[in-house]
């Protein structure tokens, strides 16, 4: 994981929300308010623009400023629980020395840990974190496992798999919980975002 | 969609600029971060109190920016809580070293938002939540209950108590007597259109209402055909009744809470309706707050808070205020 790795995952993931943005804002209004594709789409576009005044430099303070940007730039629940993913990632001991597939996975492992930690939200409540825990999961099995790039299909299909799963979910966290019974029948907005975002990223490192 | 602006992007600034004007006697606007504050510095020893939440809810929370109630308000985007870079500047430009006591409606991003904000200042704070919307179920493995309109009579009551030099934990503790003794319940007969959206946020038909409607927009406990304002109110009532079960004694606060898009015409009608079951009930209205106060941008529709007052909430209820949207006693 570098600097420039991590703007051109922003710009990848950009262009997928971007494709993707009249879905979740659909399912956001059925179950939510319908402003998590704004949050995620303007943190996206804050970020991608951040390249200029990160690209030169080492990764702790290019996360850290990416955190801050995120934390200060969306707002709502999206902008507290990204913020505290870079933050918690910017936070990583040795990011000064080469940072690998392992090392990379680590990072991420703690950052949905501190994420699920605010968040105080668990599998099975119809967020964004029934995504993220059993890809953080997975993620924690493949490293240290030279042939990681069959292991990232496994994570595609568990997020794909997780994102779905949450249809049928009563919600319990977050805004959706506020309707009961009615909040079944739909994907979780978050759970979406976070699955197209795990999805475009693996695919990226898979074909490079 | 018709709204009065110019471009998305700068919708809020603009907006909040123009609220600083409006009010130059009594309030400041500071940009990047927003927050709202008292033109007047927080004097020695009172406690400062810092509200905030997603914008399209006006005068919630900015209005209530004043002597008697809130020191600093931090607006975030519409509908979406503020950032705590926000909270974090608000509380260092008011804090005169008494402490802050943050107000905070039970929404996720809210919560998340807020408790970051108090990591990040190094001052004295604490945090009340408020969870006032007694149409959704409470329970300990859920987000709860929402706060709602109720929360500008904790804005209010533990305003002035702070102004009466009461300390952290008093008006901590205060703001919890409130909000426990207070339930609201919402209807919408109409939509909202968030700016960025550019499209109301749910479908309803003519004939329908959205019965214990959240402030957002976001559905609440069933859609069913429109009825006549009795019946309305009555349900509504009756949940909130059923929840706060006041004694034949106890006084009470009623408030009619417009959501944006109602005229007053029919918010006092509503406020007839609701004195006149409470009465039916024996249950005694001796306070009274009609008009908008906590909206949800330009929806149609009401909510209806009962507060159950002793004499210490009484008191602070009646003392002076003077802010952008509520004044009295000076």
Request: proline content about 3%; glycine content about 10%.
């Given at each position: 994981?570098?600097?420039?790795?991590?703007?051109?995952?922003?710009?990848?993931?950009?262009?997928?929300?971007?494709?993707n943005?009249?879905?979740?804002?659909?399912?956001?209004?059925?179950?939510?308010?319908?402003?998590?594709?704004?949050?995620?789409?303007?943190?996206?576009?804050?970020?991608?623009?951040?390249?200029?005044?990160?690209k030169?430099?080492?990764?702790?303070?290019?996360?850290?400023?990416?955190?801050?940007?995120?934390?200060?730039?969306?707002?709502?629940?999206?902008?507290?629980?990204?913020?505290?993913?870079?933050?918690?990632?910017a936070?990583?001991?040795?990011?000064?020395?080469?940072?690998?597939?392992?090392?990379?996975?680590?990072?991420?492992?703690?950052?949905?840990?501190?994420?699920?930690?605010?968040?105080?939200?668990?599998?099975?409540?119809?967020?964004?974190?029934?995504?993220?825990?059993?890809?953080?999961?997975?993620?924690?099995?493949?490293?240290?496992?030279s042939?990681?790039?069959?292991?990232?299909?496994?994570?595609?299909?568990?997020?794909?798999?997780?994102?779905?799963?949450?249809?049928d979910?009563?919600?319990?966290?977050?805004?959706?919980?506020?309707?009961?019974?009615?909040a079944?029948?739909?994907?979780d907005?978050?759970?979406?975002?976070?699955?197209?975002?795990?999805?475009?990223?693996?695919?990226?490192?898979?074909?490079? | 969609?018709?709204?009065?602006?110019?471009?998305?992007?700068?919708?809020?600034?603009?907006?909040?600029?123009?609220?600083?004007?409006?009010?130059?006697?009594?309030?400041?606007?500071?940009?990047?971060?927003?927050?709202?504050?008292?033109?007047?510095?927080?004097?020695?020893?009172?406690?400062?109190?810092?509200?905030?939440?997603?914008?399209?809810?006006e005068?919630?929370?900015?209005?209530?920016?004043?002597?008697?109630?809130?020191?600093?308000?931090?607006?975030?985007?519409?509908?979406?809580?503020?950032?705590?870079?926000q909270m974090?500047?608000?509380?260092?430009?008011?804090?005169?070293?008494?402490?802050?006591?943050?107000?905070?409606?039970?929404?996720?991003?809210?919560?998340?938002?807020?408790?970051?904000?108090?990591?990040?200042?190094?001052?004295?704070?604490?945090?009340?939540?408020?969870?006032?919307?007694?149409?959704?179920?409470?329970?300990t493995?859920?987000?709860g209950?929402?706060?709602?309109?109720?929360?500008?009579?904790?804005?209010?009551?533990?305003?002035?108590?702070?102004?009466?030099?009461?300390?952290?934990?008093?008006?901590?503790?205060?703001?919890?007597?409130?909000?426990?003794?207070?339930?609201?319940m919402?209807?919408?007969?109409?939509?909202?259109?968030?700016?960025?959206?550019?499209?109301?946020?749910?479908?309803?038909?003519?004939?329908?209402?959205?019965?214990?409607?959240?402030?957002?927009?976001?559905?609440?406990?069933?859609?069913?055909?429109?009825?006549?304002?009795?019946?309305?109110?009555?349900?509504?009532?009756e949940?909130?009744?059923?929840?706060?079960?006041?004694?034949?004694?106890?006084?009470?606060?009623?408030?009619?809470?417009?959501?944006?898009?109602?005229?007053?015409?029919?918010?006092?009608?509503?406020?007839?309706d609701?004195?006149?079951?409470?009465?039916?009930?024996?249950?005694?209205?001796?306070?009274?707050?009609?008009?908008?106060?906590?909206?949800?941008?330009?929806?149609?529709?009401?909510?209806?808070?009962?507060?159950?007052?002793?004499?210490?909430?009484?008191?602070?209820?009646?003392?002076?205020?003077?802010?952008?949207?509520?004044?009295?006693?000076?």
């Amino acid at each position: 994981m570098s600097v420039s790795f991590l703007i051109s995952q922003a710009r990848g993931v950009q262009k997928v929300i971007d494709e993707n943005s009249a879905e979740i804002e659909v399912l956001d209004q059925k179950i939510g308010d319908g402003d998590h594709i704004f949050n995620i789409q303007r943190g996206l576009k804050l970020v991608v623009e951040l390249e200029d005044s990160i690209k030169d430099l080492p990764l702790a303070k290019a996360l850290n400023l990416i955190a801050m940007k995120v934390l200060s730039g969306i707002g709502g629940s999206s902008g507290a629980l990204f913020g505290t993913f870079f933050m918690t990632m910017a936070k990583s001991p040795d990011l000064d020395k080469d940072v690998d597939f392992n090392k990379a996975c680590e990072m991420i492992i703690s950052g949905i840990k501190a994420m699920k930690e605010r968040g105080k939200a668990d599998v099975g409540e119809k967020t964004m974190m029934d995504v993220l825990i059993p890809v953080s999961e997975k993620l924690n099995e493949l490293k240290n496992k030279s042939e990681f790039k069959s292991g990232l299909n496994e994570v595609i299909k568990i997020a794909e798999e997780r994102m779905l799963s949450t249809k049928d979910m009563l919600a319990t966290k977050g805004r959706a919980s506020f309707l009961g019974e009615r909040a079944k029948g739909h994907i979780d907005p978050g759970a979406r975002s976070s699955q197209l975002i795990i999805d475009t990223i693996c695919k990226s490192v898979i074909n490079n | 969609m018709k709204k009065f602006i110019n471009n998305n992007d700068d919708f809020l600034k603009e907006s909040l600029t123009g609220f600083g004007k409006a009010h130059s006697d009594i309030i400041n606007v500071n940009l990047d971060p927003s927050f709202v504050s008292r033109k007047n510095k927080t004097k020695d020893g009172k406690v400062s109190l810092i509200s905030g939440g997603g914008s399209g809810h006006e005068p919630m929370h900015g209005g209530f920016v004043g002597h008697g109630m809130l020191d600093a308000a931090c607006p975030g985007f519409v509908f979406s809580a503020p950032t705590p870079d926000q909270m974090q500047a608000a509380a260092e430009h008011v804090d005169s070293g008494a402490g802050v006591l943050f107000i905070v409606k039970n929404y996720s991003g809210d919560i998340m938002n807020f408790q970051m904000g108090a990591e990040m200042y190094s001052g004295k704070n604490d945090s009340i939540v408020t969870n006032d919307d007694v149409a959704v179920e409470d329970s300990t493995f859920t987000t709860g209950r929402r706060g709602v309109a109720a929360t500008v009579l904790v804005e209010k009551i533990v305003g002035s108590l702070a102004e009466h030099s009461g300390s952290l934990e008093e008006c901590k503790k205060l703001g919890e007597k409130v909000n426990k003794n207070a339930g609201t319940m919402g209807v919408a007969f109409t939509s909202c259109t968030v700016p960025a959206a550019g499209k109301p946020t749910f479908d309803i038909g003519d004939d329908e209402m959205e019965f214990g409607v959240g402030i957002h927009g976001e559905p609440g406990r069933k859609r069913e055909k429109i009825q006549p304002s009795k019946t309305i109110v009555g349900n509504i009532l009756e949940a909130i009744l059923d929840n706060l079960k006041p004694e034949k004694n106890e006084k009470n606060l009623l408030f009619v809470n417009g959501m944006g898009g109602t005229p007053l015409t029919e918010l006092y009608l509503v406020y007839e309706d609701a004195c006149q079951i409470l009465q039916s009930k024996g249950v005694q209205v001796t306070k009274s707050l009609v008009g908008n106060y906590c909206t949800s941008l330009e929806m149609q529709g009401a909510s209806i808070t009962l507060l159950k007052c002793d004499d210490e909430i009484l008191k602070h209820w009646d003392s002076p205020v003077h802010t952008a949207a509520m004044r009295w006693g000076m």
